[in-house]
């Protein structure tokens, strides 16, 4: 499984490197890391973005369960990996950055947590804060936790300021291959 995951992700990234962002899937720790900055108590699924093959989507499905798990993903390649590993879990072939059509297309009414795999930082600024406030404000409350291999917040501190939405860093993650930092992203008390 991790060779065959691995060598999707190279022929995937080599047609559209930008988009993938990544030549192999998380490791563990980085996976299960984001998983529990993820799952925040209430009532809902927990949606993850850019799925992949599964590597974070396994660790969510450990603590949430299969039904408890949506899966937003644009390549169907990926798609296809995560159904097989996953039977019973939801998996949407779509577009993330118009997450509000895709969780209604899906019938998705309640939202505890966002997990983000997105490339983030090809994206323009605009599009990220777009993004941002489109997962907060599908969740009462819940968190955006987005990884990146970058040391700073993807999402830029004047944007962060402007629309008052509370970032935390949850630490690095060294074993992972590259490093890379968790934020968690919520709407001030
Ligand atoms: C860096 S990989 C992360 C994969 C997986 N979460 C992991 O950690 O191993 C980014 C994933 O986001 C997907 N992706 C990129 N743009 C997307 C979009 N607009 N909507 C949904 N998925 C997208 C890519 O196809 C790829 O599977």
């Known amino acids: ?37 993820t799952l925040a108590d209430g009532p809902g699924v927990v949606v993850e973005l850019g799925g992949g093959t599964g590597a974070i989507t396994s660790e969510l499905v450990k603590a949430a369960g299969q039904d ?17 590993r996953f ?21 998705v009414t309640a939202v505890r947590g966002i997990a983000s795999g997105l490339p983030l930082l090809t994206q323009p600024p605009e599009r990220r804060q777009a993004l941002l406030e489109k997962c907060l404000s599908v969740m009462e409350g819940g968190p955006l ?16 300021r402007e629309t008052g939405v509370r970032a935390e860093r949850m630490g690095r993650v060294w074993q992972n291959v ?4 968790i934020w968690r992203y919520s709407l001030a008390a």
């Open 1 to 37: 499984m991790a060779l065959a995951s691995t060598s999707l992700f190279l022929s995937r990234w080599l047609s559209a490197p930008g988009r993938v962002g990544a030549v192999a899937p998380s490791g563990r720790k980085l996976a299960e890391r984001m998983a529990s900055a």
């Open 68 to 84: 408890g798990v949506v899966v937003v993903e644009i390549d169907p390649a990926m798609c296809r990996v995560i159904e097989r």
């Open 87 to 107: 039977p019973a879990i939801t998996v949407v072939q779509g577009d993330a950055f118009r997450l509000d059509q895709v969780l209604q297309h899906a019938g």
């Open 145 to 160: 936790v987005q990884f990146t291999y970058s040391l700073f917040s993807p999402i830029p501190f004047d944007i962060l």
């Open 178 to 181: 590259p490093p890379a930092s």
